[in-house]
């Protein structure tokens, strides 16, 4: 997956430390974009009235803007956690249980013993963790795991937000972080993908579920 910060949105973030007067905002908001391979995101230019290239907002029907509320600032390490497989992890399984989950959050990058790295997706207690794709091989109980943050660094994480269809929508590739709640007066922040590389088209009565994460590099 991929993830930006526009260039207006550094303009926001680096204007609250150069400025006497900085602006600030009491809610921020979570908006969807469409088109893209589910890998790709907007150009850093990317406004609300105008995302770039093929890039838009959704538009399906019951679809708006959700208000979310980020966490204080904390540190972002690749080293979150080193522990074990507690239960043999079968080939084709997507939820795995480990010896323990301290310190995970949804979004945090996994490896299960022999496995390339995968994305956590969710974390439903029990030692319990989901993968953002199925096991390949089989992992035998007592296999190493490591998890931890995609890069070191500095991150605030939001709390989970929930967009419900009325009717169909075409496919969703990522989530936006925006100033206002609907229209094209505000600013864009961030972009992202959605952590397991899916794009889901949804259809009446169904929900969709983002975790907002931003992750400054350093």
Not at 44 to 64: C, P, R, V
Not at 89 to 104: E, K, P
């Amino acid at each position: 997956m991929a993830q930006i910060f526009s260039n207006e949105g550094l303009t926001v973030i680096l204007n609250q430390v150069i400025t006497a007067t900085p602006t600030t905002y009491s809610n921020l908001y979570v908006g969807l974009f469409t088109s893209g391979s589910g890998s790709t995101v907007p150009a850093n230019t990317a406004t609300l009235s105008a995302f770039g290239g093929s890039f838009a907002e959704q538009n399906g029907s019951g679809y708006s803007r959700q208000v979310v509320s980020f966490g204080a600032p904390a540190s972002a390490t690749t080293s979150v956690l080193s522990t074990t497989l507690s239960a043999q992890a079968t080939s084709g399984v997507y939820i795995v249980t480990l010896t323990s989950t301290t310190g995970l959050v949804v979004g945090m990058n996994i490896v299960i013993g022999t496995e390339s790295t995968k994305v956590i997706t969710g974390l439903p207690g029990g030692n319990q963790v989901v993968l953002s794709s199925a096991i390949v091989s089989t992992q035998s109980n007592g296999a190493t795991v490591t998890a931890g943050d995609a890069v070191n660094g500095e991150k605030t994480l939001g709390a989970q937000v929930t967009f419900s269809a009325t009717g169909p929508w075409t496919a969703s590739t990522g989530y936006f972080i925006t100033t206002v709640g609907s229209g094209t007066s505000g600013k864009t922040l961030y972009f992202s993908n959605f952590a397991d590389g899916s794009t889901p088209a949804l259809a009446a009565n169904d929900t969709l579920k983002v975790t907002p994460t931003w992750l400054m590099s350093n």
